[in-house]
């Protein structure tokens, strides 16, 4: 009878801690667990959109370009995550408000949601440039070949052949990065960014309820990779269509 | 022996001084490096004409058929197709390539490909391979091309097979439908690499069928083969290729039948 009692009240605890309006902090770790999401979607395009450039690039650029995006992926890849959001944040916003400061503007305040997108999205792109410059060389030449010969232009080409084609070689690795992307945003809580992982440590020291807090902070973070990975597999499935299933080819 | 026009032979399209040149290639050279591949090459087709290119393996045959929509740069020589001159610019280490990239577009969606490996893509179905180019390329409208499609595809014996992807058909039903992309542009000239060489002894048939209906009817085609009987049969003129020359050309009869260059006795005995 005593231990029947104690379970549900502490349960009852949990439930009014985790309650979405005060004085629960469910809503607050909601609220992180959107914006982390909002810079993942962000920097996840982003980057896809200077994956795309920088393969290009790299593969068909001129001898310049290609050294500037071998520079660009090199330093990205070798420099600590941390490192890179520390210096891009810090270094970029001073230098946009030099910049502004020396051509009459007032300084302004650099959003956190738009740092953090911009900041994670110049990492995603070098991870994402070597992902799709390896679909790219995937892509068997006879079909770009083919597009040739029948009049495309590179823009048609790449837009009707090359991004379809590749894309069931960059999707396992595209599907990663934007995992990495989800779980690189808790690095932006080290300049005070509110995502989730900062609000789940500032619920569960305010509340000394450690491990509630990051017991479901860990839960969520495991929702969003289930979530995404039903969504990749319908992706890649329809990616997929004109290719036999590795099965039936054996 | 350079320039000289193909005659043709064939009775639906009687040879009048009225047929105009589809292409006009005149002492064309390709050089990779130091390999100099095609040394000097020359052809005249005419509209219905069927030129059968025969030729030893690693001879210039394919860099040839490139060359003429450009998937090769030459490195000299006269290039004509549709009566267009193309302009080429010189790249300052020995070679040129095109002056307008558009002029080369327009003139390859006119030039019908069809490639040694099908070269279908792959993430389309069958249909939408067939009409890509039409919609996509030429403007036309899609229901159209849709419908001219399905005639095409009707055509080569494939209807039932409009909505599947290239890898669940076989080499010869993927060649066929390769056959029909080409047809769809409707091509001024179409161009044929070795279209039977990747393909199981049991399934060459049918593909070459389909392409002597289209000589039949009087489509201009170069053809690059192995296959010397159906060279003899459907061709109206025929060029043996020896390290990048024409060794020896003419109406297939003659060059079958009465081979004057010991090369290409030779040749004829190891490839029949
Ligand atoms: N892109 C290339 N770069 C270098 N050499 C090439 C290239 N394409 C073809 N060659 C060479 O040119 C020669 C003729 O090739 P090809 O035209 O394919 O001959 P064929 O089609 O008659 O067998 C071969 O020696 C081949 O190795
Ligand atoms: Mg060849």
């Known amino acids: 009878m005593a231990d029947g009692s104690i379970i549900p009240e502490a349960l009852s605890q949990m439930l009014v801690l985790l309650s979405p309006s005060p004085p629960g902090w469910g809503g607050n770790l909601l609220r992180g667990l959107m914006h982390s999401l909002q810079i993942a979607l962000g920097a996840f395009g982003m980057g896809l959109i200077i994956g795309t450039l920088g393969a290009y690039g790299k593969l068909y650029g001129s001898p310049l370009v290609r050294d500037l995006a071998g520079i660009y992926t090199t330093i990205v890849r070798a420099v600590p995550e941390l490192v890179l959001i520390l210096l891009l944040y810090y270094a970029g916003t001073d230098l946009i408000n030099r910049i502004l400061e020396a051509s009459g503007y007032q300084r302004i305040d650099i959003s956190g949601l738009v740092a953090g997108i911009v900041v994670l999205g110049f990492v995603q792109g070098a991870y994402a440039t070597e992902v799709l410059r390896g679909a790219i060389k995937a892509i068997p030449q006879g079909e770009v070949e083919a597009a040739r010969a029948y009049g495309m232009s590179p823009t048609l080409m790449m837009r009707r052949i090359t991004l379809p084609s590749m894309l069931p070689y960059a999707l396992p690795g595209l599907a990663n990065l934007w995992l990495i992307a989800t779980k690189d945003t808790a690095l932006l809580a080290v300049v005070g960014f509110s995502e989730l992982t900062l609000e789940t440590r500032q619920a569960a020291g305010t509340t000394k309820a450690y491990f509630l807090f990051f017991m479901a902070a860990g839960l969520l973070y495991l929702l969003i990779t289930l979530f995404s990975n039903v969504i990749v597999g319908r992706i890649e499935k329809w990616a997929r269509r004109g290719m036999p299933s590795v099965r039936e080819a054996r | ?272």
């Open chain 2, 1 to 272: 022996m350079m320039g000289s026009d193909a005659v043709s032979i064939n009775p639906l399209q009687p040879q009048t001084a009225e047929q105009a040149e589809a292409i006009h290639v005149w002492n064309l050279h390709k050089r990779f490096g130091a390999l100099e591949v095609l040394k000097g090459v020359s052809l005249t087709a005419r509209d219905g004409d069927v030129v059968a290119l025969i030729g030893g393996s690693g001879s210039g045959k394919s860099t040839f058929l490139r060359c003429i929509n450009f998937l090769e740069n030459p490195t000299s020589g006269v290039i004509r197709i549709n009566g267009e001159d193309i302009e080429m610019v010189s790249d300052g280490a020995g070679g040129q390539y095109p002056a307008n990239r558009r002029q080369i577009e327009r003139i390859r969606s006119r030039l019908g490909m069809v490639f040694q490996n099908f070269n279908l893509w792959q993430h389309m179905t069958l249909l939408q391979n067939v009409i890509e180019v039409p919609v996509h390329v030429l403007g036309m409208k899609r229901d159209a091309a849709i419908a001219i499609g399905e005639q095409l595809l009707e055509r080569v014996g494939l209807s039932a097979k409009r909505d599947v992807y290239p890898a669940y058909l076989s080499g010869g039903q993927q060649q066929r439908g390769a056959i029909a992309r080409a047809l769809a542009i409707q091509p001024r000239v179409m161009l044929f690499d070795e279209p039977t060489s990747a393909l199981d002894p049991e399934l060459v048939g049918e593909v070459l069928k389909v392409i002597a209906d289209l000589a039949k009817e009087g489509r201009t085609m170069l053809l690059v083969t192995h296959e010397m009987k159906f060279a003899r049969e459907v061709a109206s003129h025929v060029m043996y290729l020896h390290n990048g020359i024409v060794e020896e050309e003419g109406p297939p009869e003659e060059l079958f039948g009465s081979p004057k260059s010991e090369r290409l006795k030779q040749f004829i005995r190891t490839v029949s």
